[in-house]
């Protein structure tokens, strides 16, 4: 089976500091990956190189791409790496404010990544809004509120929204819990979960909350200083970890 994703050698350093090293891995269709580690290990910087929104040292991201198949995303113009970014591929913040408008509607919200894909009729858009609004946990009543009002689970949730409408592949996601309360937590993880499932989505999830990633994750890559010292199917690399640090992120959690 061809990857969804196969990202070679990719490396980015802030002068001495590594952000993360030569790091090689695939991803197939279908496929969740968690990313974790404590504060500083590399987590967010892969990502955010992964995602296009830091440009990498050096290294392959390279995507099979509807039309022309796998394609290094880091070689694409400017023009095509956008559209991706608003097809196939989409990215949900840790901040739902910094991946939301906030002074448009929620309905908005949802129409505008649409409208990027070439959507013009208003019935028809927010219709799909008012769909996906409902997929999401978010009454209809509320379409046309902006999300400064909601609270930061609804704003969460509303931010998935705005990303999974235009049926993307593979999706981003920082910290998707991160900042909220357990109980909300739970409800969006179970949401996460089941819409992951449904679409048949393929996802790369940076946590540093365990349980998140025993969830969500198929595999498991933990990252330290930059390096990915352990990689496994999540269960096998919780359950029963080789790596030192490894075996101190699971011990520190389950003296919690």
Known sequence: MTPLLDVRGLTKRYGARIGCLDVSFRLYPGEVLGIVGESG???STL???????????????VFDTRSDGPRDVLAMSEPERRMLGRTDWAFVHQNPRDGLRMRISAGGNVGERLMAVGARHYGDIRAVATDWLGRVEISETRIDDRPSGFSGGMQQRLQIARNLVTGPRLVFMDEPTGGLDVSVQARLLDLIRGLVRRMGLSAIVVTHDLAVVRLLADRLMVMKDGHVIETGLTDQVLDDPQAPYTQLLVSSVLQV
């Open 41 to 43: 290990s590399g987590k």
């Open 47 to 61: 990502l955010n190189c992964l995602a296009g929104h830091l440009a990498p040292d050096a290294g392959q991201v």
